[in-house]
């Protein structure tokens, strides 16, 4: 008898004494609409009519979960064949690096063996596998966070594998020391020199991943800022930048949504202020700078030559 799983880890079956109660509701978590329809928990008309979000084809999802690359990655998860598994930018979400958006495609890895292409939606690499690479998270089976890394810095590009890496790093998902073994276990891999670039640049400190980017793009440049610098002027506290040439007294700060809520704009100015008043240059960005870093790294340069 086939399972449905719902939110919770618990599923629904068509032998179930829930099968009514289910049916006149919205069917909680994540399911694959032609086998709700099969084992009689809905009909195709409650699967048109209700507003379950559809994940990829053919899988839906309560409405009220929220929606993210998470949830993806779960509606993926139930096509999956054996042996395979997400990985790469989909897996990172786990570790502590959420960067994906919820309409991003879901990183799938096969091995040779299964030629499976998967729906509109997912992007499927074939790779070797070992067992110790794999692990199961929110009944998800996902690379561990070490073949995450490494599978990313092949996978994207430098400053968006850096960012993620620094984010798992920080949140303790991963170690150097892991990393590093990865490296030498992979010492003859397509792919290492890549990674060993990306370990290079990584930093821990960062606590953004549009930071980690700018930081990656300048340091490429020749600039190496420091990220996280508390600024103090005659003992005083003034402020912690997001990164900063301390000699030349020029700050970067990035400026994401959150600065933008209630007021913290305004403490924004305020404290930037207090850092102009002790004599440092702050350079400000935003989103939209993102676009364009050798334009943010030609007025970093302006800036520390003014």
Do not use: N
């Not at 009909?43 to 048109?48: G, I, N, V, Y």
């Not at 990313?152 to 590093?180: H, I, K, N, Y």
């Not at 040439?245 to 924004?268: K, L, S």
């Amino acid at each position: 008898m086939a399972l449905l799983p719902v939110d919770g880890g618990g599923a629904v079956g068509a032998g179930s004494g829930r099968l009514a109660r289910v049916s006149a509701r919205l069917l909680p978590g994540v399911f694959i609409g032609s086998q709700a329809i099969a084992e009689g928990l809905i009909t195709r008309r409650q699967l048109r009519a209700r507003s379950y979000r559809r994940l990829v084809h053919g899988v839906y999802a309560d409405p009220g979960l929220v929606h993210d690359h998470r949830l993806r990655c779960r509606g993926v998860a139930l096509l999956l064949p054996a042996g395979c598994v997400l990985g790469g930018h989909s897996a990172a979400a786990w570790p502590g690096a959420p960067f994906a958006g919820a309409h991003d495609p879901v990183t799938v890895l096969r091995p040779p063996s299964t030629p499976w292409a998967g729906p509109q939606g997912t992007r499927v690499h074939q790779a070797d596998l070992a067992p110790e690479d794999v692990e199961w998270r929110d009944d998800v089976p996902v690379t561990c966070a070490s073949r995450t890394a490494w599978d990313v810095a092949a996978q994207e590009s430098l400053g968006t594998a850096v960012a993620a890496v620094d984010a798992m790093v920080r949140s303790g998902s991963v170690t150097f020391a892991e990393l590093t073994a990865r490296v030498d276990r992979g010492a003859a891999r397509k792919g290492v020199v890549r990674f060993r670039r990306v370990l290079t640049l990584v930093d821990p400190r960062a606590e953004s991943a549009p930071e980690s980017r700018v930081r990656v793009a300048l340091t490429m440049a020749g600039l190496v800022p420091v990220p996280q610098f508390e600024v103090r002027a005659g003992g005083r506290f003034l402020g912690r930048v997001d990164l900063a040439f301390p000699g030349a007294r020029v700050a970067v700060e990035y400026e994401g949504a959150h600065h933008f809520e209630g007021t913290q704009i305004e403490r924004d100015d305020v404290r930037i202020a207090g850092l102009e008043s002790a004599g440092w240059l702050v350079v400000r960005l935003s989103a939209a700078d993102l676009r364009d870093l050798d334009g943010v790294v030609a007025r970093v340069r302006a800036a520390l030559v003014r």
